[in-house]
């Protein structure tokens, strides 16, 4: 049976940094992210950045996937492919999903940007989204169910009448990219396992405007989109259960998401 890594002190302290530099990695980008830019090339950037600071973005090669980190546009929920052809224009909301490894440890993190005049409903749909990512990191703490996160998560989101991916989830992480256990952004209070001062994982939510359920592009084996094609929006942060709660551990600080 696979188990959930409590991590060292020492390992703690890489994942902290690592987590710190992907957290670096999109303030820097925030920068460059505006209408006309093709999501290639912020890929490029983020790549740059990633290794001018002497890590490795984990996503490239990742099972195969091609590019240094995924970025989501409008209905994409997860996983997109940067590309060429893909230019940021007026109205867009996109995630930036980044995931470093310094010096071994792994640290994930993603972020929304939105561009120019954004319809209402989108707007609200990127704050409610950071919100829900919120109320689910303040479940962590020593002793609580794991199942209280996506509880919160998914009580705010049918309050708010949104759905809740369930087909993807938040995950243990640090040593490797994907560790258990998978962090369900939707399930009943009081399941699963419980958290321990020294586990390390993602909370990741990704709430839609319409259905729920995820179709996979057959062509790139990737792109994650709604089925109904409506809009989905996601934030993710690496969180360390603490022994009386926890730490953002890719929390640098506010920047621009609103461009
Ligand atoms: N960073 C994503 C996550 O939050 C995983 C991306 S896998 C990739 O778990 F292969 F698409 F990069
Ligand atoms: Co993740
Ligand atoms: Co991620």
Request: aromatic share 10%.
């Amino acid at each position: 049976m696979s188990q959930i890594i409590i991590k060292t002190p020492e390992q703690i302290e890489g994942i902290r940094k690592s987590s710190q530099l992907a957290g670096n990695t999109l303030k820097y980008i925030s920068d460059f992210v505006k209408e006309g830019v093709s999501t290639l090339y912020l890929d490029k950037l983020v790549e740059k950045y990633i290794r001018d600071h002497g890590a490795i973005p984990a996503p490239l090669n990742y099972h195969g996937f091609p590019k240094s980190c995924c970025i989501s546009l409008n209905e994409v929920i997860c996983h997109g492919i940067p590309d060429e052809k893909t230019i940021l224009k007026n109205g867009d909301i996109l995630n930036i999903d980044v995931t470093t490894i310094l010096d071994g440890y792994y640290g994930d993190t993603s972020t929304m940007f939105t561009i120019g005049d954004v319809s209402e409903a989108a707007e609200k749909l990127v704050e409610d989204t950071e919100h829900a990512l919120y109320l689910g990191i303040e479940q962590v703490k020593p002793g609580n169910y794991f199942g209280n996160i996506g509880f919160m998560i998914g009580r705010y989101a049918k309050a708010k009448k949104y759905s809740v991916v369930y087909e993807f989830c938040g995950h243990g992480v640090g040593i490797d990219f994907h560790e258990e256990p998978q962090v369900e952004h939707i399930c009943p209070k009081n399941s699963g396992s419980k958290m321990k001062a020294g586990m390390i994982f993602t909370i990741e939510p990704m709430i839609n405007l319409g259905k729920a359920r995820a179709i996979i592009d057959e062509k790139d084996g990737w792109t994650a989109r709604t089925i109904d094609k409506k809009l989905s929006a996601q934030f993710e942060h690496t969180i360390l259960v603490t022994e009386d709660g926890y730490e953002i551990l890719s929390d640098v600080g506010d920047y621009e998401i609103f461009k």
